[in-house]
């Protein structure tokens, strides 16, 4: 649902909130957005109180954390503002307030069985997309690997998707979540889990991502940039919640565990290379279209091939831009990626079936 987070007030009390808890970030505190959100709430009659232990890929003793402070503080609310760490937090702070133990234990498809708070989420800088997923994905510090809770319980009741709190976005962020809005559209569209209704929302996503990513990056000034890719990041997450995704964050989530690197730049390295290996059984065709590339005579490694090596400097590039190029090296993220810990998953209630990556 596209709106302004201006309504954060009225939509807490739509979902019968007396005491507001919010989660949130200390760079976002910085940027000044929970400030905003605290003014809504205050408008809305609602007291509230505010954590923002989260950092980025959330980690388990940060959940237990929040737990805490969310037990102690009289709220029946939750309301997530930030990127896709902060809301990831929100959602696990609700499991366990409702199901106790540790955030763990729930790692799997549908293990979550008491009913959650209910949950407002107002994502920032490009993570509309989790706002409507089932997906939640914390980082098991022991093990240094990232574990994945998924169910219906899980989609917030209620997603604000306000463009203009990408105005804030440093360059380099809007490159990364850019990037990885466009792996969850690919990702999807050629998934064995997809059907006709994420089909849509998948090339959507495709088609705005190519045609005002590189305009967001240079200026997030620019409105009609800020709303195509809000737009984007939302399909991409429609597409993805119920399609399921791929290689490409099987693999960036195994790296992003072990060595905490971000979660978008990962996903633009490894992207180019399972296209490459995917790309003759795929619907490679379709994504090529979305991406604006010429399909007549269509070869699928081919007509890729010029684009996927534009597109692969690009992850670099962005990284180079905030001046942390040293971890942006295909061979490091590899080099992470076998020495990441890994194992077969298989949850009990699901009979063996695979975890699916988000
Ligand atoms: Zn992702």
Not at 99 to 113: C, E, K, P, S, T
Not at 306 to 334: E, H, M, N, Q, V
Request: charged residues 20%.
């Amino acid at each position: 649902m596209r709106a302004r987070a201006s309504e954060a007030g009225y939509a807490a009390r739509r979902l019968g909130a007396r005491r507001v808890f919010v989660v949130t970030d200390p760079g976002l505190i910085e940027a000044g957005w929970p400030a905003a959100l605290a003014a809504q709430l205050g408008a809305a009659g609602l007291p509230y109180s505010c954590w923002s232990g989260v950092t980025p890929n959330p980690k388990d003793h940060e959940i237990a954390a929040g737990h805490e402070a969310y037990s102690a503080s009289g709220c029946d609310v939750i309301v997530g503002i930030g990127g896709g760490s902060v809301i990831d937090a929100a959602k696990a702070i609700a499991v366990l307030s409702a199901n106790g133990g540790q955030i763990l234990d729930y790692a799997g498809v549908d293990q979550i069985d008491r009913p959650i708070p209910p949950l407002l989420m107002i994502p920032v800088y490009g993570w509309y997309g989790r706002g409507v997923s089932q997906f939640c994905v914390i980082t098991d510090t022991t093990a240094r690997r990232k574990e994945i809770l998924v169910g219906r319980s899980l989609v917030p009741d209620i997603s604000l998707t306000d463009p203009r709190l990408l105005t804030t976005m440093a360059p380099e962020l809007a490159a990364t979540t850019g990037l990885d809005a466009l792996t969850h559209g690919i990702e999807a569209y050629v998934s064995k889990a997809a059907s006709g209704l994420t089909d849509l929302h998948a090339l959507q996503a495709v088609r705005l991502v190519s045609q005002h990513l590189e305009r967001l990056v240079d200026s997030r000034s620019d409105a009609d940039a800020r709303t195509a890719m809000a737009q984007a990041s939302l399909s991409a997450g429609l597409a993805f919640t119920n399609a399921i995704l791929g290689a490409a964050h099987a693999m960036a989530h195994q790296v992003g565990g072990a060595l905490d690197l971000p979660h978008g730049t990962l996903n633009g390295i490894l992207l180019p290379h399972v296209i490459r290996f995917n790309a003759t059984c795929g619907r490679y065709r379709e994504v090529a279209q979305a991406l604006g590339l010429d399909v007549t005579d269509w070869t699928p490694r081919r007509s890729l091939t010029g684009w996927l090596i534009t597109y692969g400097r690009w992850p670099i590039a962005s990284a180079c831009r905030a001046d942390s190029p040293s971890w942006a090296s295909p061979k490091r993220i590899f080099r992470g990626l076998s020495a990441a810990p890994s194992r077969t998953y298989a949850c009990p209630r699901t009979r063996g079936r695979r975890r699916p990556a988000m």
